[in-house]
């Protein structure tokens, strides 16, 4: 397929890169930073653009994936000619794109993306949805020519998967963050934590979250959270977090559960 | 060395295997429940024993790996012949068998376990402290035979470590939980999460974990927040716990970054 990539961030740079990779051709790359936009179409092999009144009719495929708030402001430059125009975003609805054309989709990419490192795209689960269903099924193939994990994810389903998304994700990353700075007040090294964290993560993967929950809160132990909560004086927000989750575990898991 | 497990739960059983795949002996294996003892001391080829007066003193260590709060119970059974005593708490202090014997130690396993996961123990980080110098070389010497993350970590220290672990692994693992939820509520798998999982934990094996924050709270994307909010509606612990970790990543991150 010509495909043409408005925006120029992690998720423009890892799909054109898969989109490249499996013989599609990237025809522009625009991003309001012409320096951005000409790196990346360098990498891809496509023009690049900093002007939305320099697009191209000439693709079959607009790909969208700038800021959520974005969206609704650029649609309008692509839709004239009739071509397929998808967006990225998980939190955004088909139908923001659906108020400018009826050749509308959502190709959301659930993965985070950071410039500097490579994923294997073909574990990238990719949610499809179309205006209709010959667009639903062509951006279902098109997704499979990059990926294994493809899915059809309606509107309302992908809010829900972006927001889980958040707390499995976002949050997560957060927490990591939390962990480095309690270390580095008493001079350990994050590293300390790695193997860990990675361990946490692969339990996980054949694992339900609930049937492998450890810590003081699932075991109710009442005696190692309070002395947690003790060392966290002064740190509020810690405080906050440390006690609504260990509440939260409580909740959700009522019988003790000894991981000793 | 000749060894015997106290304790017959998930530490004492990833241990049990790895000291024995070192060549060291495990002598007796101790649990209140006998048919616990017998299963993890037929696997290491050890005698079981479900009372404290059975233990033999022809040893070179006792490792307690119960409860916390039994340890300070179980302690002065093991003290009688100045045998090396140790814990493998990360929230129970040195002293608190430095009260029963001068021949104390702490061998901490900084790992989440799992009866039915393996486990590379060689990755495992083992944090060591001893009574007094000589214990302290003897433990890390005794450690690096079934690890190559050897760390000298004082009680102090222990406990910071112990409380970033809670917040590393046992709230991430709960976040999973959430996120399977939300998931199973709108009738999608926890496989669409899995590859963002690993990918999450992947990147901060490389990486600072403030350097690849994602999401709506770092790029200040109130409308995403104020959305994922109003989807949580009903769910009160759900919305602190996603309005406060936001509000910790926004404070920790004051000039927004944009992910896309």
């Known amino acids: 397929?010509?495909?043409?990539?408005?925006?120029?961030?992690?998720?423009?740079?890892?799909?054109?890169?898969?989109?490249?990779?499996?013989?599609?051709?990237?025809?522009?790359?625009?991003?309001?930073?012409?320096?951005?936009?000409?790196?990346?179409?360098?990498?891809?092999?496509?023009?690049?653009?900093?002007?939305?009144?320099?697009?191209?009719?000439?693709?079959?495929?607009?790909?969208?994936?700038?800021?959520?708030?974005?969206?609704?402001?650029?649609?309008?430059?692509?839709?004239?000619?009739?071509?397929?125009?998808?967006?990225?975003?998980?939190?955004?609805?088909?139908?923001?794109?659906?108020?400018?054309?009826?050749?509308?989709?959502?190709?959301?990419?659930?993965?985070?993306?950071?410039?500097?490192?490579?994923?294997?795209?073909?574990?990238?689960?990719?949610?499809v949805e179309g205006s209709d269903d010959n667009i639903t099924k062509m951006l279902e193939e098109l997704a499979r020519t990059i990926s294994n994990n493809v899915y059809r994810v309606d509107s309302a389903q992908r809010k829900v998967l972006h927001l889980s998304a958040v707390f499995a994700c976002n949050f997560t990353n957060h927490l990591y963050d939390i962990s480095q700075q309690l270390l580095a007040e008493h001079n350990m090294s994050f590293d300390m934590l790695r193997p860990l964290i990675t361990e946490t993560a692969d339990k996980v993967r054949e694992h339900s979250p609930a049937d492998v929950q450890t810590g003081p809160a699932v075991r109710h132990d009442l005696q190692t959270m309070t002395a947690h909560l003790q060392m966290l004086e002064g740190k509020d927000e810690l405080k906050q977090i440390y006690h609504l989750l260990s509440q939260d575990i409580i909740k959700n898991h009522k019988a003790p559960n000894s991981d000793k």
Chains 1, 2 share one sequence.
Request: neutral net charge.
């Open 1 to 127: 397929m010509r495909i043409t990539l408005i925006g120029s961030g992690n998720v423009s740079t890892h799909l054109a890169a898969a989109f490249k990779n499996a013989g599609h051709r990237i025809i522009q790359v625009y991003s309001r930073q012409m320096q951005h936009a000409a790196l990346l179409a360098y990498h891809v092999g496509a023009s690049a653009i900093d002007s939305l009144a320099d697009i191209s009719a000439d693709t079959d495929l607009f790909v969208i994936s700038v800021k959520d708030d974005a969206i609704k402001d650029i649609a309008p430059h692509l839709t004239g000619q009739g071509k397929l125009v998808v967006h990225t975003s998980g939190a955004v609805s088909l139908q923001e794109l659906q108020n400018f054309t009826k050749n509308a989709g959502v190709f959301y990419l659930l993965q985070t993306f950071s410039k500097t490192k490579e994923v294997n795209f073909w574990d990238v689960p990719l949610c």
